[in-house]
């Protein structure tokens, strides 16, 4: 059995990042491209590897036009000059037109996802990990879904993350159309129907490349522990039965596991500009008494320092969020509470946004409920002046509002599914435990339950309240950071370089 490197070398691809550390090469400030929490991650994940002297690479897509926007200050003869020194670096940009001129990881159109995953992919296999040589490989998501079969085909341990449940699909000639020679590792990737040789496979077999990743790496994780139960036990009808499957396999082989994402650094009150008045845990009283009223006079509320605030900070999508949960019962909510003054606040754009402004609109809740367009600015200000965070999601792959809130001393009122289930615990004031209000019975009943219980806290004597926020601000600073999170993949990186690999015999 061969001896692991003293310091592996490890290839993260990614088709989404928000920074990189400066070390990493010359290009590193002017790389963001995000559209969700993948990004988030792996900038945390490659920063933390790099800080602790590794010999971490990334691959990523050459997004032209959005890494020229961030760069804009930077005249282009030295972007130029910049790149020119690119291959010394540890940072490599994947070069294709299909993502050249976009101003979004993805495109709206599926045809055009395909072409960008394909290129992308085509670029990693050709050029990336033969200049790397990487010891280890780690893919994010359906856009590095074929890469775990190269890796296997040439007897290098892949990590595969599923960050979201999305995939595509493309016969092995489509793909081989792009450039990627699948017929080196066809056997390794997972088809619609079970072809017995190449040339069944082909043209009419289609290739799911979110189950290939499944299938051909050699350790799978999700961002969240409980997700991937709720995937294996078959609780969540969404998830393709192919992709169900595999995740089984690899879950009862030992070869998958749950790590949850961290929010973004930035989220901290204590240095978030974005708020009226910074606070930490020792002075959130009055830090967040002035957030609040700051808070209500811009959106019109009535100016109340003791009105207890519920903040909804995510996309009004009734799929998932459980926005239609909350709608049937906001007027009999308010209502109930009108003496204390309940108030609720939207920062969340979706389609779901203009019932909730009829219902404000049909019952003159002016003055109690605001309904606004998303905006940075606003919703971390309305972090740090709310009371409760609203979150009645249907399932939940991760989530990250819920580990915001807590750090501002806005405490969770959710539905316990997938990554909330990992994140939030029932508020038990006497036992000096838990940081949020949970039901598990999901429907407007159990969420009009779960908010009783977080007025029941709100009415409980201020020191006792005021005690229990400062302890979960303070436990969820130093529980939910990237610190953590990168962490959980460098043990889980030591662990596959440790496990002896069974290579192809193809």
Same mark, same amino acid.
């Given at each position: ?16 990042? #928000? ?124 856009? #590095? ?21 999305? #995939? ?109 008045? #910074? ?228």
């Amino acid at each position: 059995m061969e001896t692991p490197p003293q310091n592996p070398r490890v290839l993260i691809v990614t088709p989404e990042v #928000t920074y990189l550390p400066n070390g990493m090469g010359n290009v590193a400030n002017y790389l963001s491209a995000k559209a969700g929490g993948l990004a988030d991650v792996s900038a945390a994940l490659i920063s933390a590897l790099f800080e602790q002297g590794a010999d971490v690479h990334v691959a990523i897509p050459d997004y032209r036009e959005m890494f020229r926007a961030k760069a804009a200050p930077v005249l282009g003869s030295q972007l130029h000059a910049i790149r020119e020194k690119m291959p010394q670096d540890r940072i490599h940009l994947a070069e294709d037109r299909a993502f050249f001129y976009m101003n979004n990881v993805y495109s709206n159109y599926s045809v055009e996802n395909l072409k960008i995953g394909l290129a992308f992919q085509r670029e990693v296999i050709n050029n990336v990990v033969p200049r790397v040589k990487p010891d280890l490989i780690h893919c994010n998501d359906w856009m #590095t879904g074929l890469l775990p079969g190269m890796a296997r085909q040439m007897c290098v341990p892949a990590l595969f993350t599923i960050h979201n449940i999305h #995939t595509v699909k493309a016969p092995l000639a489509q793909i081989e159309d792009r450039g990627i020679d699948a017929a080196y590792f066809w056997q390794h990737l997972y088809y619609e129907y079970v072809p017995v040789e190449y040339e069944d496979a082909r043209e009419s077999n289609p290739v799911d490349f979110l189950a290939s990743g499944v299938f051909a790496a050699h350790f799978v994780n999700t961002v969240s522990p409980t997700f991937l139960r709720e995937i294996v036990e078959g609780r969540h009808p969404f998830v393709a039965p192919a992709l169900q499957q595999e995740l089984a396999n690899k879950y009862y082989s030992g070869c998958a596991s749950g790590i949850l994402n961290a929010p973004d650094p930035s989220f901290d009150p204590v240095t978030d500009t974005s708020l009226l008045q #910074t606070y930490g845990p020792e002075n959130h009283v009055a830090g967040k008494q002035e957030n609040k009223i700051c808070l209500q006079r811009n959106l019109g509320l009535l100016q109340d320092p003791d009105a207890p605030i519920f903040f909804w900070p995510h996309r009004l999508d009734p799929v998932q969020k459980g926005c239609q949960i909350l709608a049937d019962i906001l007027y009999a909510m308010v209502s109930k509470y009108w003496n204390d003054t309940l108030q609720i606040v939207f920062v969340a754009n979706g389609e779901f946004q203009r019932h909730f402004l009829d219902i404000v609109r049909f019952h003159q809740l002016q003055k109690r409920v605001a309904v606004c367009n998303f905006d940075e600015g606003l919703a971390r200000l309305a972090y740090g002046g709310s009371d409760f965070m609203l979150m009645p999601s249907s399932f939940e792959p991760c989530g990250l509002p819920q580990m915001i809130a807590p750090i501002y001393g806005s405490l969770p009122v959710a539905n316990d599914t997938g990554g909330i289930h990992d994140t939030v615990s029932m508020m038990e004031a006497d036992k000096n435990r838990g940081n949020g209000f949970l039901f598990d019975v999901y429907g407007a009943t159990g969420l009009a339950w779960a908010m009783d219980q977080a007025m029941n806290f709100y009415r409980l004597p201020a020191p006792v309240r005021h005690a229990q926020i400062e302890r979960v601000m303070r436990e969820s600073r130093a529980t939910f950071n990237h610190a953590a999170t990168a962490r959980h993949y460098m043990d889980l990186y030591e662990k596959m370089l440790d496990r002896p690999l069974i290579c192809s015999a193809f």
